[in-house]
């Protein structure tokens, strides 16, 4: 699941079904690529770690769930079928009281902790399914 799967070439890619493929939190998985941006789909609960990625944008688009993302001086409530751009450099941390599923829309190589040291929430990357 880990390497980049053969697409059909009509083949619509569908985010239940690809939400229904895995339970773990915090993995986040790419599900489809354009250009150097990945959307990857990841499924969230808890608290994350306070980060900031200095040379992109980060883009939060809420499936299931609500979600709240955390600034240093202000919050953003995301429900459903809402979204959210991270600015670059911005100190940013997602939290979840439940399960929230959600899609991530950033370049290619972009780690989910950030430019701080790796920590137990930091995603291998690349991982398609
Ligand atoms: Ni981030």
Redesign the pocket.
């Known amino acids: 699941m880990s390497d980049k799967p053969s697409l059909e070439k009509y083949q619509a890619i569908n985010f239940s079904q690809k939400l229904s493929l895995f339970s773990e939190q915090w993995a986040p998985k790419v599900i489809a690529q354009m250009n150097d941006y990945q959307i990857k789909i990841v499924k969230i609960q808890g608290d994350f770690s306070w980060?900031q990625?200095a040379q992109t944008d980060?883009t939060f688009i809420v499936l299931e769930g609500l979600l709240r993302l955390d600034f240093r001086d202000a919050s953003v409530h995301l429900a459903a079928g809402e979204m959210y751009v991270?600015p670059k450099g911005g100190e940013?941390k997602p939290f979840a009281a439940n399960e929230v599923k959600m899609l991530l829309i950033e370049p290619q190589g972009v780690l989910?902790t950030?430019d701080s040291a790796q920590s137990e929430r930091t995603a291998i990357n690349d991982v398609w399914i």
């Open positions: 980060h990625h980060e991270v940013h989910n950030g």
